[in-house]
């Protein structure tokens, strides 16, 4: 056969196509091939990983994931223990105590759709409660919500009768307890207050919160995904585990004196600022009463007593939470005021123990009306009628300013601020109570003469009512620094155990020699000088007589007065602060 050229070319064209067909067929195989790899790849990487998440689940969640069914399957309600009873030094008088009271709880799930109105209308009727609101919670989707907490048992009783009369189920009775304080208002800024969930808000109840609260119970059910019942295998009950008792250092029968004779001599003296009293026992460091006017009743803390209370309810809230945190505050240890010159005492103190002079040397120091100190006059406070010649036991019975201006200045200030460190009144005293206050003093580099003749006759500085009652203390126990505390000792409620919180006696201050000179110039001062007033017949008492302006130029003043007794082995050390005290009898610390 004879091909021409037409023929040729479309023979190549035949078979050019021929091996495409072949190579794609080919080519197909191996794409169809490395596909299958893959997908097999695929696969077993997938296992792998499922594998490795499987064993994830199931070895390494399985706590989690019992905890998140257990969670889910199960209704908790819990409740609050007996918070620790809070007694007086004698363990005679209950300062606070809780008694069992009960809440009410309703699971919405459980209640049958046509017995929610009845019961939001019972519940809202016999607890006083807004009907819609309480509509509002026995309709919600959830498995509980609380109505009423801390309610009288007699209400509770009722309605637990109209729950059995009705055949009502979802509303649920619990144990609760309640906080009373049988003596209303007494030591309200010690003892303090507890909020609704039965926490410890202020002073000892929020200091020993740890030992009072105890741990809660609980009352848990199995429950479904919606919260209704899922068997009829009833609810477990887990006791809670009371909170401990407390006994203070507070004798409820001084506390009750103090807080009468302090409210009256705020309201006799007009003291705007009111006041506070303090009761130490210099030797252990006890705080035997510490008083502030105006307090609060604990049973009502939210509410003012007395004049406050005057258009209580057309007061604004910020104005209402002013009078609050301020009749709240124990301005005994939290406000710092200036002690003025029963500060003279640390000076007195100080010059005694440096053998800078004696008590009795008549004549060494002379009162001319005042003194010049780096070019500045500063007068006595009889500028008008000079003291004239004086021994350092009639300066103080004289309460005179160049006497002591001198002394400090003789001192030093280097060794004048040791001595304020050894007495406690660069630092807080360490009392177990929330919310101490600092002293208030100029850096020791920045004193020069003149801040130093003033720090040394009580003035231009503050300190907190418990800081210079600690100071004093140290004179009374004979040198040494005593911390002070509320807190006697701590009861353990499961076992009876007593932990008692023993007292703390720090450094020595100054000598006992010193110690017993200046308790001796103290009675002096109660004897026949500023301190007359003071005397009670049959009883050997010292003291010391202080005036100080509330701030500079205020034109209000403090007045104050610290005493001890007996003289011979001190067994009280008291300080009284009156603030701002506007009556007739003016602001001498010397008239009462």
């Known amino acids: 056969m004879i091909l021409n050229m037409s023929n040729l070319k479309k023979l190549k064209r035949q078979l050019k196509k021929k091996e495409k067909i072949k190579i794609i067929k080919k080519t197909g195989e191996i794409t169809r091939k490395k596909k299958l790899r893959l997908l ?45 009873t809070i007694y007086d030094a004698t363990a005679e008088h ?11 709880t309703v699971n919405p799930v459980n209640i049958k759709k046509e017995d929610k109105e009845k019961v939001a209308k019972k519940l809202s009727e016999l607890f006083e409660l807004d009907y819609e609101k309480t509509l ?42 309640k906080r009373y304080y049988p003596y209303n208002n007494l030591a309200s800024q010690i003892i303090g207050f507890c909020g609704s969930d039965n926490q410890g808000l202020m002073g000892i109840e929020s200091k020993y919160d740890n030992d009072l609260k105890g741990s809660p119970g609980s009352i848990v059910k199995m429950t479904d995904a919606k919260g209704g019942n899922l068997d009829d295998k009833g609810e477990d009950y887990i006791d809670a ?50 008083a502030g006017y105006p307090n609060y009743n604990l049973n009502d803390p939210y509410k003012p007593i007395g004049e406050l209370s005057n258009n209580w309810d057309e007061l604004s809230k910020e104005e209402k939470t002013r009078i609050q945190q301020n009749m709240w505050r124990n301005k005994a240890i939290s406000d710092a005021y200036e ?42 406070w009889r500028y008008y009628r000079p003291h004239g010649a004086e021994s350092l036991r009639e300066a ?13 200045q003789k001192i030093g200030v280097s060794k004048y601020y040791s001595y304020l460190q050894k007495f406690g009144l660069l630092r807080k005293t360490g009392i177990d109570l929330q919310g101490e206050g600092s002293s208030i003093f100029l850096a020791q580099e920045k004193v020069g003469p003149v ?32 911390v002070p505390r509320v807190v006697k000792s701590v009861v353990n409620s499961q076992t009876g155990e007593v932990k008692n919180v023993e007292p703390q006696i720090k450094e020595r201050v100054i000598s006992e020699e010193t110690a017993k000179n200046v308790l001796s110039m103290m009675q002096s001062v109660v004897d026949e000088g500023t301190g007359k007033n003071a005397r009670v017949l049959g009883y050997s008492i010292g003291g010391k007589t202080g005036t100080s302006e509330d701030g500079v130029n205020t034109g209000k003043y403090v007045t104050s ?32």
């Open 396 to 408: 103080l019975m004289n309460s005179c300013n160049p006497v002591f201006i001198g002394l400090g």
């Open 339 to 380: 002690p003025g010159s029963t500060f003279k005492l640390i000076t007195a103190s100080a010059a005694l123990e440096e053998g800078i002079t004696k008590t009795d040397n008549s004549g060494e120091f002379n009162c001319g009306g005042g003194i010049t100190i780096a070019g500045v006059r500063i007068k006595c």
């Open 94 to 104: 209950v300062l606070a105590i809780s008694a069992s009271v009960e809440s009410i």
């Open 136 to 177: 509002k919670k026995v309709t919600k989707k959830s498995s509980i919500e609380t109505i009423v907490k801390k309610v009288d048992k007699n209400k509770s009783k009722e309605l637990f009768a109209w729950l059995k009369e009705n055949n009502i189920i979802g509303v649920n009775i619990d144990v609760d307890t």
């Open 451 to 482: 801040e130093l003749a003033t720090i040394s006759f009580g003035q231009r500085f503050e300190v907190t009512p418990i800081q210079m009652i600690t100071a004093v203390s140290s004179i009374a126990s004979g040198g040494n620094y005593v």
């Open 241 to 290: 585990i009371d909170g401990n008792d407390i006994v203070l250092t507070i004798d409820a029968t001084i506390q009750g004196i103090v807080e009468k004779y302090l409210e009256e001599a705020c309201i006799d003296n007009v003291c705007t600022d009111g006041g506070n009293i303090i009761i130490m026992n210099p030797k252990n460091g006890d705080i035997l009463a510490m």
């Open 561 to 592: 007065f610290v005493g001890v007794t007996p003289i011979s082995d001190p067994q009280l050390v008291i300080l009284i602060t009156l603030y701002n005290p506007t009556g007739e009898g003016g602001h001498q610390g010397g008239v009462g």
């Open 40 to 84: 097999m790849g695929s696969f077993f990487i997938c296992m792998v990983f499922l594998s490795v998440r499987l064993f994830w689940i199931q070895f390494h969640m399985r706590d989690f994931l019992q905890n998140m069914a257990y969670n889910q399957q199960t209704l908790e309600r819990a409740f609050n223990p007996k918070r620790g």
